[in-house]
């Protein structure tokens, strides 16, 4: 390390214009960089994910990884679905979704005479119209195909009573959630600025800047390489967070540690390039390590069987990787040459240890036993809680607290149906079997409401 450290403060104008330069392009890939990622979740061999894209190939792209739109009606008190009347203008409600919808598929009781579609009582019936996904979405949806769902049937009735318009899509444009989420760049700012009042609290100097600016040369930097990984396979979408905000703690840690190491050689008389050099000895060390061994944990997601997770492995990698780069090589630079002149007003001294922490560690020591039984309890709780964890499903109950789709699933589940007709399965079924035969064996399945 040592040698290293000799090396880059002896060069401090090559290596300062070196990592300009990166994250100059960084900044200008950053864009192309993320288009280049994959979204598809893909899951090689595996029925499911075989299935989904069959269907998507023979229906047109609709279905599989879209979720359908839901049109719902309940009908008054003595009105059935076999009430005269009533199924034809069931089939116009059909008839101005397939003109908002262009290549939809929609399935109804009024275009099957299937009473899957109707609830028990006879008086509850709904659609299921699975769109084209948006051309701009990423992960299959149709918010725009909901809004033209929703513009055709408003003010439609059925025997008297309203149409109400369901669906995840419907459920997420009534609760004003923005499909696409909150962009990486804000989150990267919210980010900064909590952990710009930490490192405020910590340095009480301009030297909170410093761990800042590592961070954004560090993420910046590494959405060059990521271009690269992205033109040459397949990299989720997950990864650009990853480099964002894990990326944002790490480069700031890694900083934190250096910095705080070079206060406190400082502190002890050591001045100018001295003291960047005893603090790379111990500080820098400790980053390299910390920064090989993050690197080799994401790494490890390369040996699991899913694509989309081995991409974060390999994507995941470089932002430990290029925060290390970065600690070791700009940051001595910046110290040497900005530090003194940043550690302004030097409200704090490093030169003896924090009274309060001194004896917070001391407390650990004493009571050893009962402070490692506390942290495993903490540790056993958090870990029983994440069991019940359930990624990337949606509770359809809480996306929308009101509205014309909260309306439709409320019915849909007062009706005996059930939210399982916003998000049914599918079953693809060859020309040599009988679509009968399969609907009786899914009919004998307890919980399993369809044909």
Do not use: C
Request: no cysteine; proline share 5%.
């Amino acid at each position: 390390m040592l040698p290293l450290t000799r090396w880059v403060l002896a060069h401090k104008r090559t290596v300062v214009v070196l990592w300009l330069a990166l994250t100059i392009a960084g900044i200008a890939v950053a864009g192309p960089a993320t288009d280049a990622l994959d979204p598809e979740f893909s899951v090689p061999g595996k029925e499911g994910w075989e299935t989904q894209r069959l269907i998507e190939t023979r229906y047109g792209g609709t279905g599989g990884d879209t979720a359908p739109l839901v049109p719902v009606v309940t009908l008054s008190e003595g009105t059935t679905v076999d009430t005269r009347g009533v199924r034809a203008e069931l089939a116009l409600i059909d008839e101005r979704l397939r003109k908002a919808l262009p290549g939809s598929r929609i399935a109804s009781f009024a275009s099957t005479g299937d009473r899957t579609f109707v609830s028990k009582d006879g008086r509850t019936t709904f659609v299921l119209a699975y769109p084209r996904p948006d051309p701009s979405s990423q992960w299959g949806e149709a918010p725009q195909a909901a809004k033209a769902a929703a513009r055709a049937l408003d003010g439609e009735t059925v025997a008297g009573e309203p149409v109400r318009l369901t669906g995840i899509d419907a459920l997420m444009e009534d609760s004003g959630a923005d499909n696409e989420g909150t962009s990486v760049l804000l989150e990267a700012v919210i980010g900064g600025m909590g952990a710009l009042l930490v490192l405020i609290f910590v340095f009480a100097s301009f030297l909170a800047l410093v761990p800042l600016l590592m961070a954004v040369v560090s993420i910046m930097t590494s959405f060059v390489p990521l271009l690269v990984l992205a033109n040459a396979t397949g990299i989720s979408p997950i990864v650009q967070f990853l480099i964002a905000l894990i990326g944002l703690g790490i480069a700031i840690d890694y900083s934190l540690l250096v910095v705080s190491r070079w206060r406190e050689e400082r502190s002890h008389g050591a001045g100018g390039e001295e003291a960047v050099q005893k603090a790379m000895e111990t500080a820098g060390r400790a980053v390299v390590f910390s920064g090989i061994t993050v690197a080799i944990g994401l790494l490890a997601l390369i040996a699991l069987p899913l694509p989309f997770l081995r991409s974060v492995g390999y994507g995941g990698m470089l932002i430990p990787l290029v925060s290390v780069l970065v600690a070791i090589t700009l940051l001595p630079v910046v110290l040497a040459k900005l530090g003194t002149r940043l550690d302004w007003p030097h409200w704090r001294t490093d030169d003896k240890a924090s009274r309060m922490w001194t004896r917070w560690a001391q407390g650990i020591l004493r009571r050893r036993w009962l402070a490692a039984g506390v942290g495993l309890g903490i540790l056993a709780s958090l870990t029983f809680a994440a069991t019940d964890l359930r990624l990337g499903i949606h509770d359809a109950d809480t996306l929308a607290q009101s509205g014309d789709a909260k309306a439709g699933l409320t019915a849909l589940e007062e009706a005996g149906i059930g939210e399982g007709a916003l998000l049914p399965h599918e079953i693809l079924i060859d020309g040599n079997t009988s679509p009968e035969l399969v609907a009786e064996k899914l009919g004998s399945v307890e919980g399993i409401h369809g044909a």
